[in-house]
């Protein structure tokens, strides 16, 4: 940080617009029914695959994604919609 900079005090105003835009809930739908049926490359899959291999998982999350497949498989088996 430059000397001038430093101890500098912002307004409320602009605090809020360093933290970046915020979508709407509406927009944010919009956003998410665009995006159904997209399909993601596999040399993309493959980057996200090797960025997140070897990260460690807390209990809570293990549990999260374990039941996420449980659902997953139900659905493949016809049992829930």
């Given amino acids: 940080m430059s000397e001038a900079l430093k101890g500098r005090t912002f307004s409320e105003e602009h605090k809020a617009k360093l933290r970046g835009y915020k979508h709407t809930e509406a927009a944010k739908q919009k956003i998410a029914a665009a995006r159904i049926g997209a399909v993601v490359p596999s040399d993309t899959r493959r980057k996200i695959s090797d ?23 139900a659905r493949v088996r016809g049992e829930i919609q």
């Fill in 51 to 73: 960025t997140l291999r070897g990260k460690p998982l807390d209990a809570e999350r293990k549990e999260r994604m374990r039941q996420a497949a449980l659902k997953r498989w």
